[in-house]
């Protein structure tokens, strides 16, 4: 968690936010693919308040040694990444990093991933780049890290196999198709510079 202002003297009503980001070398190799995300809750904000207090929860679930081996056939120990770790991890590994949102989410939602960030916190996963396609198993690469949320699809849904860009971007889809993921009322950059996401060169994409 960040904590990355002080709450203002007159709170006004809470707003929650997803963003969903993909990182992949070029040319794309597996072992240098992640896909990550994270949940924000605003108290306050533009333009009502200069000075919103912010929360921000990554779910970012990498191998403990921060060496991704596809083939290797038993799990390990994982490690859940803040946000400026894993881009900071990315970018050292040559990634371009992919972005789609913020997105408004509603709080039932909001509280869901952040009820899936708390079980991964807690260590009760393991960690496997290509891992069992039972949904509630205790083994988990990235990206069902996050597709885990969404209990409506299995696993075998989002594959591994178009991990990266590819994998990340049919996840954002199938939420918008669910209306899981709003389009903000207002101009977001604000939330961007409080995340410190401008400060690097991530690549804003599309709706799918």
Same mark, same amino acid.
């Given at each position: 968690?960040? +904590?990355?202002?002080?709450?203002?003297?007159?709170?006004?009503?809470?707003?929650? @936010?997803?963003?969903?980001?993909?990182?992949?070398?070029?040319?794309?190799? /597996?072992?240098?693919?992640?896909?990550?995300?994270?949940?924000?809750?605003?108290?306050?904000?533009?333009? &009502?308040? /200069?000075?919103?207090?912010?929360?921000? @929860?990554?779910?970012?679930?990498? /191998?403990?040694?921060?060496?991704?081996?596809?083939?290797? +056939?038993? &799990?390990?120990?994982?490690?859940? +990444?803040?946000?400026?770790?894993?881009?900071?991890?990315?970018?050292?590994?040559?990634?371009?990093?992919?972005?789609?949102?913020?997105?408004?989410?509603?709080?039932?939602?909001?509280?869901?991933?952040?009820?899936?960030?708390?079980?991964?916190?807690?260590?009760?996963?393991?960690?496997?780049?290509?891992?069992?396609?039972?949904?509630?198993?205790?083994?988990?690469?990235?990206?069902?890290?996050?597709?885990?949320?969404?209990?409506?699809?299995?696993?075998?849904?989002?594959?591994?196999?178009?991990?990266? &860009?590819?994998?990340?971007?049919?996840?954002?889809?199938? $939420?918008? &198709?669910?209306?899981?993921?709003?389009?903000?009322?207002?101009?977001?950059?604000? $939330?961007?510079?409080? $995340?410190?996401?401008?400060?690097?060169?991530? +690549?804003?994409?599309?709706? /799918?």
């Amino acid at each position: 968690m960040g +904590l990355l202002s002080s709450p203002p003297a007159a709170r006004t009503a809470e707003r929650h @936010y997803l963003i969903i980001f993909a990182a992949q070398s070029h040319p794309k190799l /597996p072992r240098l693919t992640h896909t990550f995300a994270t949940i924000v809750k605003v108290t306050g904000g533009p333009p &009502d308040c /200069p000075n919103p207090a912010i929360e921000s @929860y990554t779910i970012s679930w990498l /191998p403990q040694t921060l060496k991704i081996r596809p083939y290797r +056939l038993h &799990d390990e120990p994982g490690r859940n +990444l803040t946000l400026p770790e894993t881009l900071c991890w990315a970018y050292e590994h040559s990634m371009h990093v992919s972005e789609w949102g913020p997105y408004a989410i509603e709080p039932d939602f909001f509280q869901r991933v952040y009820g899936e960030y708390e079980r991964i916190e807690s260590g009760a996963f393991r960690y496997k780049a290509i891992d069992p396609h039972q949904r509630g198993a205790r083994t988990t690469d990235c990206i069902h890290a996050l597709t885990d949320v969404d209990g409506a699809d299995g696993r075998s849904t989002f594959s591994e196999f178009r991990s990266g &860009d590819a994998a990340t971007r049919k996840f954002v889809r199938v $939420l918008r &198709d669910r209306g899981r993921l709003l389009d903000p009322l207002a101009d977001m950059s604000w $939330l961007e510079t409080a $995340l410190g996401l401008d400060c690097y060169p991530i +690549l804003h994409r599309p709706n /799918p």
